[in-house]
Structures are given as structure tokens and as C-alpha cells.
């Protein structure tokens, strides 16, 4: 029960349940109070917001040095004022007095236009990527030297930032070395205004981000030796049809058989309808496969040397015309490792769609094996006639031989092993060919010998 001098205010609000109400009854007083909390809450909110912003923006703008002269200054000023110790006084005076000379310094961080203009985006491993910074002060007065930081990948560019009159502009050259394979994020660029002293600090970084790609080395493998079968139109196989391109025999005409598969001659002379039988030609359609397991390779430099071999395959087969699938290893979680598995097709579209996507490829531990791959591409990738197997030297005889054998006989399957520690060579494995390459150059020779032999 509410008492109250003023006459009351009923609200009523009915709930989900036709039978269930709920009845507030309140003053126009304490609705008055109720709205004056809200307001001093919400108020409150936002103050405390605010402190924090200041907090966390003067968190970032004073260095560590800056919190030893601010913390001198209050204690400087609090002990002196607490104790009359002159010398305190002086010393907490100083450093507010240094603090201030300060703060000058960090104006114009934000007077500058920073364009980033590279050459190209993308380029060989080993390289260089080169390109320039243009930096314009686009302020109304003079903007005192400063300092641009421009992150690349992992490291950190610092550039410095002359003295520049409004409207000038300076073009800082850039350099940036491509020593591994991968995508380089470069930028946003930022620039950095601090004091002599190093007591506070000033950024400004704006939204220009480029990725650099950083391609594998490939070499130039021969055309008609691409995947050691010379045909572009397709290859015949073992499957017989009544019309194709490729003749095999001629048998007895059956109830059926299309008339103008018969053949003249040997009726004549057998006194029966006789037609012609063909083998099925189809377009050889290749599939490139590439193990990711660090298991299966000695070192780093092993497994750079099989992703390049892999990318020259594709790249080749991709000029040639050829349908293509690159196919690689996939991450598996080690919780449902063992029973998940798992591929990741790269796009074949072009020769730099392919090569942008093997800058993305990386050994894993918690992957496929090589057979695994093989067994699960020769169940989702239909009438392929070539397979080219790349892995590391780590992977045995037994274990190519039950990676080929995931494929119909019918697809001809070549091994490329990569091992730094050995000699080029050829050799017949079971029905399928196996290379050795020590260095990427060994691929294009054994290809051109495979296609010879």
C-alpha cells in the first residue's frame, strides 16, 4: 500500500498468459525520482566512459619515461606542499615544467596525406619488392620532423619525416626483400610524433594495407613432356565404344548398332554385317597432388623444394590447357583426428590464381598422410588419367606404392620426391614412375627424359 498526499498513478501491463496481470501503482512523486536516478546513472555511465577513453588515449600518448616524470612531479608537489621541503617543490615544478615544454612537440601528427605506391604486388621468392612512400603536408603551417613507421610482415620500416612547408611533399624510396615464400601484409603506415626527450608519444596510422604476395620459384617444364604424356586431345583407354576417334576392331553387327558403323569391306568378304569398334578417348584430365605432413620431410628447405616442384607442374599444365586439380593436405583438429578427413583444393584458374594460392600453403602437424590424400582425391576427383604425386624424401617405397595404388589402373601415376641429399634420377616402381630431384632444376630434365623414354 502506497500513502501519499497527491493522487495516484496506475499502470497496468498485461503479460503473455491471458489470465496473468501484473499491476504497478506509483506517485507522481517517485515517478519524478525514479526518471532523476535514471538520468544520474546514465550520466555517471557515461562520465566513467569518458575518463576511460582519456585514460586509455594519455595511457598511449605518455611513455615510460613520461609516468617517471609525472609520478616526480606528484610527488614532488605533495611532499612539499605537505612538509614545506622546498626542494621537493623545485623538483615537482621542474617536471611539470618539462612535461609541458612537452607537449608541443606531438602537434601535426595528423596534417599529413601518406600514399603507399609499390611497383607490383607480386613477386618471387628471393626477390625484392620495391616501391615509395609520398608523404604531403596538407596542414596550413609548417609541420616539424617527425618519423613514419610502416610495418612489413613481422618487421618494422622507420622512415623520418623532414621539416615540410604546407602543400610540400616528400617521396621516400621502399624496399622490401621477399626472403620467404607467403603473403606480406604491408602497412597501415603510421606516423609518429615524439619529443627530444622521449617522454611522450603521438600516432596517427591510416587504413592502406596491401598484401604483397611472395610466390614459389618454379621453372619452365616442356610442354610435350607435361605430366609425360604428350596428347592434348585426349588419350584412349581401355573402355570400347561404338564410335570414337580411336579404331580398335571390327566384330559382328548386333540388333542395335548404328548403320553407318557398318564396314563395307568386311562384309563383303565375310557375307555378314560386320561395324567398327572404337576405344573411348577422353581429355587428359591431371591432378597434382602435394603431402603437407612436416613428418614427411627432412627440413624446411625440403618442403620449399616440393611446393615449388608441385607449382612448376601446375603452372605448366595450366598453359597447356589441361583440366587440372591441385589438391593438398588439409588441417584436422587434433580432437577428431583419425576420424575426419580432409583436402584443400587450389584454385587452377590461371597460373597466378594458382601461384597466389601455394603462398598460402604451410607443413602442418595435424594433417593426412600422403596415402590418405591420395585415396580420398582418387574417390572425389572422376576420370583422371594423370597423377603426380609430390612429397618429401621421408615418404618410403611402400608408401608411394599404396598411394598409387588408390587410382584406376587405367591413370597413369607419377611419384616426384624431393630430396636435397640425393641425385636426379628415374626409376619404375610397380607400374608407376618415380622421380628424384636434389634441386628444382633436376624436374625439367627428368620430365623431358620420362617424355623421351
Known amino acids: 500500500m502506497t500513502v501519499s498526499n497527491e493522487a495516484p498513478a496506475t499502470r497496468t501491463s498485461a503479460s503473455s498468459g491471458p489470465s496473468a496481470r501484473t499491476r504497478v501503482t506509483t506517485t507522481a512523486r517517485g515517478e519524478r ?43 614532488g608537489l605533495g611532499l612539499g606542499a605537505a612538509f614545506g621541503w622546498v626542494e621537493w617543490l623545485v623538483a615537482g615544478f621542474a617536471s611539470l615544467v618539462m612535461l609541458a615544454l612537452c607537449v608541443p612537440f606531438l602537434f601535426g601528427a595528423r596534417a599529413y596525406d601518406v600514399v603507399v605506391r609499390l611497383a607490383h604486388e607480386r613477386v618471387v621468392v628471393g626477390g625484392e ?16 620532423p617527425g618519423r613514419l613507421d610502416l610495418p612489413v610482415g613481422d618487421g618494422l620500416v622507420e622512415l623520418g619525416v623532414p621539416l615540410m612547408r604546407a602543400g610540400h611533399f616528400v617521396a621516400q624510396p621502399l624496399t622490401i626483400p621477399a626472403l620467404r615464400r ?12 615524439t619529443d627530444p626527450v622521449g617522454l611522450l608519444r603521438r600516432e596517427r596510422a591510416w587504413d592502406d594495407v596491401r598484401h604483397v604476395y611472395v610466390h614459389p620459384r618454379t621453372v619452365a617444364v616442356p610442354s610435350t613432356s607435361a605430366g609425360l604424356v604428350r596428347d592434348l586431345e585426349g588419350q584412349p583407354t581401355r573402355r570400347l565404344v561404338d564410335a570414337d576417334m580411336s579404331f580398335h576392331a571390327i566384330r559382328e ?62 603452372v605448366q599444365a595450366v598453359r597447356d590447357g589441361r583440366d587440372l586439380d591441385v589438391v593438398t593436405g588439409a588441417e584436422i583438429p587434433r580432437v577428431v583426428r583419425g576420424r575426419l578427413r580432409a583436402i584443400r583444393d587450389i584454385s587452377a584458374a590461371s597460373p597466378r590464381a594458382l601461384l597466389d594460392g601455394f603462398c598460402t600453403v604451410e607443413a602442418l602437424e595435424n594433417t593426412m598422410p600422403l596415402e590418405g590424400i591420395c585415396r580420398l582425391t582418387a574417390e572425389t576427383k572422376n576420370d583422371l588419367s594423370i597423377a603426380l604425386i609430390v612429397c618429401g624424401s621421408r615418404v618410403t617405397t611402400p608408401t608411394l606404392r599404396r598411394a598409387a595404388l588408390a587410382f584406376p589402373a587405367d591413370t597413369a601415376v607419377i611419384a616426384v620426391v624431393c630430396d636435397e641429399r640425393a641425385h636426379p634420377r628415374m626409376q619404375g616402381i610397380g607400374g608407376f614412375t618415380v622421380l628424384t630431384i636434389g634441386v628444382l632444376d633436376d624436374l625439367a630434365s627428368l620430365m623431358l627424359r620420362g617424355a623421351g623414354a
Request: aromatic fraction near 6%; glycine fraction near 10%.
Open 182 to 193: 607467403g603473403i606480406i601484409t604491408v602497412g597501415p603506415p603510421t606516423a609518429v610524433r
Open 129 to 144: 619488392l620495391t616501391g615509395e612512400i609520398v608523404i604531403r603536408n596538407r596542414g596550413r603551417s609548417t609541420a616539424l
Open 253 to 314: 553387327y548386333a540388333p542395335g548398332d548404328a548403320r553407318r558403323q557398318i564396314h563395307w569391306k568386311s562384309t563383303a568378304k565375310t557375307g555378314q554385317l560386320m561395324v567398327r569398334q572404337f576405344e573411348e578417348s577422353r581429355r587428359s584430365r591431371m591432378a597434382v597432388m602435394l603431402g603437407l605432413s612436416e613428418k614427411e620431410f627432412a627440413d624446411a628447405d625440403e618442403f620449399e623444394l616440393a611446393v615449388s616442384a608441385a607449382a612448376s607442374l601446375g
Open 33 to 75: 525520482g525514479a526518471r532523476a536516478g535514471v538520468w544520474v546513472v546514465t550520466a555517471a555511465r557515461a562520465v566513467a566512459a569518458g575518463v576511460r577513453a582519456v585514460a586509455d588515449r594519455a595511457g598511449g600518448a605518455v611513455m615510460p619515461a613520461g609516468w617517471l616524470v609525472l609520478a616526480a612531479a606528484t610527488l
